[in-house]
């Protein structure tokens, strides 16, 4: 009886732990919202099919919208625009959210498309910029703007202006549009506004639509090769970064994975958006305008040949906490700071590198091959104690075609201090604070050798 309440218990906490997960993963999903933009303009009474445009669009739209009712991460709103003020005379105006997003709002939005008849202008651009006070603030949401019009701007307004800022500003991923039987010398003009969709008859129309809706609310997948210098996806295990290209904002982390067949990870990337991705290698390799096909596996080469480092420490507990910088040859920008004893990743190519001892060692064109691993090693240091008469101004140099590099300044409230140094000779300038004459300047010139310890005595 026993083992069967423990068997129950932990048959109960999996269920449980997988509940919650499932849970978890289901609240972490990104919410969908789509405004719907509707042209209610004059020009949407006229014939088109089996009736008129207006009547076509409720009645498929409505059936979308039906659809879309049960999808759970899915919240709709509706602007209308030409539906309240009759023509003549233009209301450049005449624009409004009807329905704003919230959830459960399908019968509203159903209601009022019943009802709505045509009349005014068509203001685009306007209900276009006052969209982006549709969107109640959302940190990680997805913005979808559908625009379904059966004619151009006629309120001497720009549509791409205002959509190209809205995208710019990060509010809205590029709006879709669709065109209701428009002329086909007006389909340019869509263009640059979003993805521009030719709905060039009713049932076009219908077919365009679900495609559409599909587009913005399903991801499509996609692989990331990491090109070794054969051309093989072998290489892995790093972060990448995708950025939309048009906003700039960061969309996707994804750390680089071989699955299980050797082959590289399928990836869920958002189709609405064309890419910017940072491999971040050392030093980063950039890959610009990646354009996602959807429906497709999307393949994504990016050359990121790679090799290790690593700066073996000397038989010495002295270096136990040394630094490295890592910089491409013949630049000064940083791109790593590595620590000895550590291997590290670096693109294939040269770099040059400064090592924090004293005096520092620089080594220039450290070349970095395809999965080799790249050993350097440095001299084992010596150790100095450096006793002063009383606190005093003294410095470390390293002579060098005739002249004096600075290397170090010693404390000057102390009277003995130890300093680590690489083997070399060396020479200590020192004036005691008490000693009020430049005569007293004491030179010291000595050696350091590997694994040894010396004082200097400067009385």
Known sequence: MKKFFIFFLLISLIFLVNNVSAQNKEAHKPLNRILFILDCSQSMMSSWETGRKMDIAKKILIKMVDSLEKVDNVEMALRLYGHQFPVPPQNCDDTKLEVPFEKNNASKIRQKLRYVIPKGTTPIAHSLELSAHDFPKCDDCKNIIILITD??????????????????????????????????????????????????????????????????????????NLLDVYGNPTETNVNM??????????????????????????????????????????????????????????????????????????????????????RKSGEMNTLNVQKINFKEKYIVGKYDIEVFTLPRIFI????????????????????????????????????????????????????????????????????????????????????????????????
């Open 364 to 459: 220039n064109d450290v070349e970095i091959k395809q999965s080799y691993t790249t050993t350097l090693q440095i001299p084992e240091p010596g150790m100095i104690t450096v006793s002063l008469s009383s606190p005093g101004y003294a410095s470390l140099y390293v002579e060098k075609e005739n002249k004096l590099n600075r290397i170090y300044n010693l404390k000057d409230n102390v009277v003995q201090e130890s300093i680590i140094l690489q083997p070399g000779r060396y020479r200590l300038v020192y004036r005691a604070k008490n000693a009020k004459n430049t005569l007293y300047t004491i030179n010291k010139v000595f050696k350091i050798t590997s694994g040894c310890s010396i004082r200097l005595k400067c009385y």
């Open 241 to 326: 970064t995708f950025y939309d290209d048009f906003s700039d904002k960061m969309r996707y982390n994804y750390v680089h994975t071989i699955n299980n067949r050797g082959n590289p990870d399928t990836l869920l990337l958002d189709p609405l958006s064309d890419y910017n991705l940072v491999v971040q290698t050392i030093p980063p390799v950039e890959l610009d305008s990646i354009h996602i096909t959807p429906g497709i596996h999307n393949i994504i080469a990016v050359d990121a040949p790679q090799g290790y480092l690593i700066m073996k420490k000397p038989n010495t507990n002295l270096y136990n906490d040394l630094n490295f910088i890592v």
């Open 151 to 224: 004619g151009i701007e006629s309120c001497d307004g720009d549509p791409c202006a205002v959509s190209r800022d809205l995208q710019k500003k990060g509010i809205i991923l590029k709006p879709f549009v669709i065109g209701i039987g428009l002329d086909p010398e007006f389909k340019k003009t869509f263009q640059c506004v979003g993805r521009y969709y030719d709905a060039s008859n009713e049932e076009k129309f219908k077919e365009v639509l679900n495609v559409v809706v599909s587009q913005a609310l399903n991801s499509t997948t996609a692989q990331v």
